[in-house]
T-cell receptor
Framework: AQSVTQLDSQVPVFEEAPVELRCNYS??????LFWYVQYPNQGLQLLLK??????LVKGINGFEAEFNKSQTSFHLRKPSVHISDTAEYFC?????????????FGSGTKLNVKP | DVKVTQSSRYLVKRTGEKVFLECVQD?????MFWYRQDPGLGLRLIYF???????EKGDIPEGYSVSREKKERFSLILESASTNQTSMYLC??????????FGPGTRLLVL
C-alpha cells in the first residue's frame, strides 16, 4: 500500500519565523497530494492540494507547497507564521497505482508557534 | 460550502454496547469515508462507500460495520464496543477523485 511519511512529529517555531513541514510518499506513479490542518477539537480542513499543473501550489492562510516528483515529496511552507497557525498538519495522498479512491494520511506534525 | 455533520461530538459508552455513529453530507457526494484518529498514528481508514449500499473495507475494519441506505448518510456501527475503540472518529465525503471534506469528529470513550 501507499505510505506517507511526515518526518517531524512536532515543530516548535517562533512567531514571524519561516517554517517547513516535510512530507514524503512512497508511490512514484501519478498521485494527488493534499495538506490538511486540524485545530484542537475540530475536523480536518483543506489547506491546499496538488492535482496537476504547476508544481508550486498556494493555499489558504499564506501556506504553499511544492510537489517534487523525483524526490516524491510535498513539503509545506510558510514564510512567516502566526500564533493562530498552531495546529496539527496532515499530509495525504490519493490515487496512483494502489487505489484511486483511497486516501493515505501521514501521522501528522504538530506546529507550535511561540510568541 | 460543503457541510458534513456528525451526530455527536462526544459520546460515552460501556463495553459491549452497540454504538451507532452517523454522518450526513449535503453535497450529493458519491464517496463517503470513516476514519479513526489516534495520537501518533494519524488517520486510519475504517470503511468507505462509493455509492448507496456499496462499501469497501479500509485498513482497520475489524470490530466495525457500516451502512449506507441513502446517498447523504453513512453510518458506522460498533457491534460490541471495546475499550480499544476509544478514539476520535472522523467522517468525510467527496466526489470521485476530488478533495475530501471532513466533519467535526466524534470523540468516543468506551468504559
Amino acid at each position: 500500500a501507499q505510505s506517507v511519511t511526515q518526518l517531524d512529529s512536532q515543530v516548535p517555531v517562533f512567531e514571524e519565523a519561516p517554517v517547513e513541514l516535510r512530507c514524503n510518499y512512497s508511490s512514484s506513479v501519478s498521485v494527488y497530494l493534499f495538506w490538511y490542518v486540524q485545530y484542537p477539537n475540530q475536523g480536518l480542513q483543506l489547506l491546499l492540494k496538488y492535482l496537476s499543473g504547476s508544481t508550486l501550489v498556494k493555499g489558504i492562510n499564506g501556506f504553499e507547497a511544492e510537489f517534487n516528483k523525483s524526490q516524491t515529496s510535498f513539503h509545506l511552507r510558510k514564510p512567516s507564521v502566526h500564533i493562530s497557525d498552531t495546529a496539527e498538519y496532515f499530509c495525504a495522498v490519493s490515487g496512483g497505482q494502489y487505489n484511486f479512491n483511497k486516501f493515505y494520511f501521514g501521522s501528522g506534525t504538530k506546529l507550535n508557534v511561540k510568541p | 460550502d460543503v457541510k458534513v455533520t456528525q451526530s455527536s461530538r462526544y459520546l460515552v459508552k460501556r463495553t459491549g454496547e452497540k454504538v451507532f455513529l452517523e454522518c450526513v453530507q449535503d453535497m450529493d457526494h458519491e464517496n463517503m469515508f470513516w476514519y479513526r484518529q489516534d495520537p501518533g498514528l494519524g488517520l486510519r481508514l475504517i470503511y468507505f462507500s462509493y455509492d448507496v449500499k456499496m462499501k469497501e473495507k479500509g485498513d482497520i475494519p475489524e470490530g466495525y460495520s457500516v451502512s449506507r441506505e441513502k446517498k447523504e448518510r453513512f453510518s458506522l456501527i460498533l457491534e460490541s464496543a471495546s475499550t480499544n475503540q476509544t478514539s476520535m472518529y472522523l467522517c468525510a465525503s467527496r466526489f470521485w477523485g476530488e478533495t475530501q471534506y471532513f466533519g467535526p469528529g466524534t470523540r468516543l470513550l468506551v468504559l
